[in-house]
């Protein structure tokens, strides 16, 4: 698999429930090129500076509002509201992944989950983007794109 | 190049006519040169075993509703390897690679990334049983020329990145009995057994870690192939050095053709040639070529942000008919592609410094993997073809396909007998 300048075009998301904790988290890994063109039309844009001391005071909304339009998770049936909860950069250069990590009270034990991750299928025909789900403490993954966005897992 | 993958059929049905005129008259003089190369290329490619080292289509499996035996189209969907292309480029057998990205190194990310690890391998072995009409799971050298003898694909599989085996030796073995005849080291990230060539941080262990070490003596007593690709410098020469056996890297290029760190240094591909390994070249355009400027497209890019209004001011319809001139633009101004001719100035190199019986083909089909030429599995005989115009020999080409990769292959499995056999005595 192909990592530098990465020509795969690849997003990974995280999702972990764990009854103990009643915790829901979603953990979302993009490439940072990626996120810029999707939101302001130029990779390496440094309009946003995303996780920097001048992070523009629009990045949040306006990565929010392309996440609400190509991402989400319901949880027993019911769409969890997308607030950020922090956000991190790893990396370098073209390989700057930005983190953004959401987290919710789930009290009710998790019977479903429902995941759309169509994220960059706009920018991208051949945008793939893997799911971890780990719940109480088993693992699966899918691969979600434009063909087959939406996909429901029962527990 | 020709587009033989246009036409459906068109590989077998132009192998069976040439059969058919074997036993009679030569070729028609209206014949070209060309036509006749490209005949002459497609029966080697027949008889050849063809062998490709690295797909990730593992990743596909895990797509609900992907079905291998289904023909895709991989303009529109972006997958490179099914069943039915692969009998249509005449691709007789592919290590599928288990990849799971590096995550946390601690208990807990290492207990995920081994039932990550085991759902995809699970997902390779229940593809070949729901199919076993077309293809077989294959673990041994000779697997792939049973089958292809029987008329089916032969699948075998590897694990990219050692990540799955967390800090546990035993997962090794249970990885060589679910199947598993390769495992390359690390990936994009430095994990527990190697640093990474793209790791941000750089070098961690300097090479191979003393964990790493162990791991490679018990692939080498298990017989599995130790695959350096993804490593850094120093984990190629660790490897060397700790490896009883030959070592392979299952999808890396020449760094003197194309200066890329996933790229092998000449040195490197001499000591290959001492080691008895094997390079497998792939088909990923970055490392095949340095891209080249593309003026016309900056420029007209940089006139459609000039104008453009400001991000926040603009409607999610305005948004969309913006992002269509962008996506005009690139279609207008493509990139000017990677070729199969690049990928056979590769072959030349590594055959210039290490010598023919240490290449061999690692398309990374579904992990990036796909250039103009050799898009997907339909279109690898176009390999041949160049490889036949450039006056590669039935012979060599037989090594480049496959036997190269299978004779380290069997000698990784004769030394895993020796040293169990010198562990009972």
């Given at each position: 698999?192909?990592?530098?300048?990465?020509?795969?075009?690849?997003?990974?998301?995280?999702?972990?429930?764990?009854?103990?904790?009643?915790?829901?988290?979603?953990?979302?890994?993009?490439?940072?090129?990626?996120?810029?063109?999707?939101?302001?039309?130029?990779?390496?844009?440094?309009?946003?500076?995303?996780?920097?001391?001048?992070?523009?005071?629009?990045?949040?909304?306006?990565?929010?509002?392309?996440?609400?339009?190509?991402?989400?998770?319901?949880?027993?049936?019911?769409?969890?509201?997308?607030?950020?909860?922090?956000?991190?950069?790893?990396?370098?250069?073209?390989?700057?992944?930005?983190?953004?990590?959401?987290?919710?009270?789930?009290?009710?034990?998790?019977?479903?989950?429902?995941?759309?991750?169509?994220?960059?299928?706009?920018?991208?025909?051949?945008?793939?983007?893997?799911?971890?789900?780990?719940?109480?403490?088993?693992?699966?993954?899918?691969?979600?794109?434009?063909?087959?966005?939406?996909?429901?897992?029962?527990? | 190049?020709?587009?033989?993958?246009?036409?459906?059929?068109?590989?077998?049905?132009?192998?069976?006519?040439?059969?058919?005129?074997?036993?009679?008259?030569?070729?028609?003089?209206?014949?070209?040169?060309?036509?006749?190369?490209?005949?002459?290329?497609?029966?080697?490619?027949?008889?050849?075993?063809?062998?490709?080292?690295?797909?990730?289509?593992?990743?596909?499996?895990?797509?609900?509703?992907?079905?291998?035996?289904?023909?895709?189209?991989?303009?529109?969907?972006?997958?490179?390897?099914?069943?039915?292309?692969?009998?249509?480029?005449?691709?007789d057998a592919i290590f599928f690679a288990a990849f799971v990205a590096q995550d946390i190194r601690?208990?807990?990310?290492?207990?995920?990334?081994?039932?990550?690890?085991?759902?995809?391998?699970?997902?390779?072995?229940?593809?070949?049983?729901?199919?076993?009409?077309?293809?077989?799971?294959?673990?041994?050298?000779?697997?792939?020329?049973?089958?292809?003898?029987?008329?089916?694909?032969?699948?075998?599989?590897?694990?990219?990145?050692?990540?799955?085996?967390?800090?546990?030796?035993?997962?090794?073995?249970?990885?060589?009995?679910?199947?598993?005849?390769?495992?390359?080291?690390?990936?994009?990230?430095?994990?527990?057994?190697?640093?990474?060539?793209?790791?941000?941080?750089?070098?961690?262990?300097?090479?191979?870690?003393?964990?790493?070490?162990?791991?490679?003596?018990?692939?080498?007593?298990?017989?599995?192939?130790?695959?350096?690709?993804?490593?850094?410098?120093?984990?190629?020469?660790?490897?060397?050095?700790?490896?009883?056996?030959?070592?392979?890297?299952?999808?890396?290029?020449?760094?003197?053709?194309?200066?890329?760190?996933?790229?092998?240094?000449?040195?490197?591909?001499?000591?290959?040639?001492?080691?008895?390994?094997?390079?497998?070249?792939?088909?990923?355009?970055?490392?095949?070529?340095?891209?080249?400027?593309?003026?016309?497209?900056?420029?007209?890019?940089?006139?459609?942000?000039?104008?453009?209004?400001?991000?926040?001011?603009?409607?999610?319809?305005?948004?969309?008919?913006?992002?269509?001139?962008?996506?005009?633009?690139?279609?207008?101004?493509?990139?000017?592609?990677?070729?199969?001719?690049?990928?056979?100035?590769?072959?030349?190199?590594?055959?210039?410094?290490?010598?023919?019986?240490?290449?061999?083909?690692?398309?990374?089909?579904?992990?990036?993997?796909?250039?103009?030429?050799?898009?997907?599995?339909?279109?690898?005989?176009?390999?041949?073809?160049?490889?036949?115009k450039r006056g590669y020999t039935e012979e060599q080409i037989r090594k480049i396909w496959g036997?190269?990769?299978?004779?380290?292959?069997?000698?990784?499995?004769?030394?895993?007998?020796?040293?169990?056999?010198?562990?009972?005595?």
């Open positions: 698999m192909q990592v530098a300048a990465h020509p795969l075009r690849l997003s990974l998301c995280e999702i972990e429930y764990t009854s103990s904790k009643q915790l829901l988290t979603i953990n979302l890994k993009l490439f940072l090129t990626d996120v810029n063109e999707a939101l302001v039309f130029d990779p390496y844009s440094k309009e946003l500076a995303f996780c920097q001391p001048n992070e523009s005071v629009k990045a949040n909304q306006l990565l929010l509002d392309y996440l609400n339009q190509f991402f989400y998770v319901k949880a027993n049936k019911k769409a969890v509201e997308l607030q950020i909860k922090r956000k991190k950069l790893s990396g370098e250069g073209e390989n700057t992944a930005l983190w953004v990590y959401f987290e919710y009270q789930q009290p009710a034990p998790l019977t479903s989950l429902e995941i759309k991750n169509a994220v960059f299928t706009d920018l991208f025909f051949d945008q793939n983007n893997i799911v971890y789900v780990h719940v109480n403490g088993k693992s699966n993954s899918l691969m979600l794109n434009k063909k087959t966005a939406v996909h429901q897992l029962k527990f | 190049m020709l587009k033989l993958h246009q036409s459906y059929p068109v590989f077998f049905l132009l192998i069976l006519f040439i059969g058919g005129c074997k036993e009679k008259s030569a070729p028609t003089d209206s014949k070209t040169e060309e036509d006749k190369l490209v005949q002459k290329a497609l029966e080697i490619h027949e008889r050849v075993l063809t062998l490709d080292t690295h797909a990730d289509t593992p990743l596909r499996m895990i797509e609900p509703g992907f079905d291998m035996a289904e023909r895709h189209d991989p303009r529109e969907t972006g997958s490179k390897v099914d069943y039915p292309r692969m009998i249509e480029g005449g691709l601690d208990d807990d990310g290492n207990t995920r990334a081994k039932a990550l690890c085991l759902q995809m391998i699970d997902s390779i072995v229940a593809s070949t049983q729901k199919n076993s009409d077309i293809v077989g799971l294959a673990v041994d050298p000779d697997d792939a020329y049973a089958l292809e003898k029987e008329g089916k694909r032969a699948i075998y599989i590897g694990i990219e990145n050692g990540y799955p085996i967390g800090k546990d030796l035993s997962n090794v073995e249970l990885y060589f009995e679910k199947g598993v005849r390769y495992i390359t080291l690390v990936h994009s990230s430095n994990n527990d057994l190697a640093d990474s060539a793209t790791d941000p941080n750089g070098t961690e262990h300097g090479g191979i870690s003393d964990f790493g070490a162990k791991v490679v003596g018990e692939m080498n007593r298990l017989g599995i192939m130790v695959d350096v690709s993804h490593g850094n410098d120093s984990v190629f020469y660790d490897a060397v050095k700790l490896s009883k056996a030959p070592i392979i890297a299952s999808h890396s290029n020449a760094r003197a053709v194309t200066n890329h760190q996933r790229n092998m240094t000449d040195e490197m591909l001499k000591m290959m040639t001492e080691n008895g390994g094997v390079v497998q070249l792939t088909m990923l355009a970055d490392y095949l070529r340095e891209a080249p400027p593309n003026a016309k497209r900056d420029s007209a890019v940089a006139a459609l942000r000039a104008n453009m209004k400001p991000i926040g001011e603009m409607t999610r319809e305005e948004r969309t008919a913006l992002r269509k001139s962008f996506q005009e633009l690139n279609e207008k101004f493509p990139n000017p592609p990677a070729t199969v001719t690049h990928v056979v100035d590769h072959i030349d190199h590594i055959v210039k410094v290490a010598g023919i019986d240490h290449v061999g083909i690692g398309c990374d089909f579904d992990g990036g993997g796909g250039i103009e030429g050799v898009f997907d599995a339909s279109e690898v005989m176009n390999i041949t073809i160049e490889l036949v036997g190269n990769l299978i004779r380290v292959f069997k000698e990784v499995q004769a030394k895993a007998k020796e040293i169990q056999s010198i562990e009972a005595s």
